[in-house]
């Protein structure tokens, strides 16, 4: 069992930055996949940013240049910085975690709301 706990979200304004930050209560070392997803009222939950073992991040195409995904394996602790936000990203982000072992499991956190104004 892997919990998940994201800090940071808020309200800001349109151009303006924020950091997320997702606390694992397990080792990354045991984890295949670390991300960030989103989801907008009357919308489905969307990739934003994920990080697999052994390959370069990738990012949703709409975050692509301004947003940032990274980890701190010393903390267990991943982050997302939002840069020049828009509108649009307002929504409640989550923290993602995948193991794949003899089966594969999906953990999620709470979630965080982000609201940008404009």
């Known amino acids: 069992q892997v919990q998940l706990m994201e800090s940071g979200g808020g309200l800001v304004q349109v151009g303006g930055s924020l950091r997320l930050s997702c606390a694992a209560s397990?080792?990354?070392?045991?984890?295949?996949?670390l991300g960030w997803y989103r989801q907008a009222p009357g919308k489905q939950r969307e990739l934003v940013a994920r990080?697999?073992?052994?390959?370069?991040?990738n990012y949703a195409d709409s975050v692509k240049g301004r947003f940032t995904i990274s980890t701190d394996g010393a903390k267990n602790t991943i982050y997302l910085q939002m840069n020049s936000l828009k509108s649009e990203d307002t929504a409640v982000y989550y923290c993602?975690?995948?193991?794949?072992?003899?089966?594969?499991?999906?953990?999620w956190g709470q979630g965080t709301q982000v609201t940008v104004s404009s």
């Open positions: 397990a080792s990354f070392s045991l984890i295949n996949t």
């Open positions: 990080i697999t073992s052994g390959r370069n991040p």
């Open positions: 993602y975690a995948k193991i794949v072992g003899d089966s594969e499991y999906n953990y």
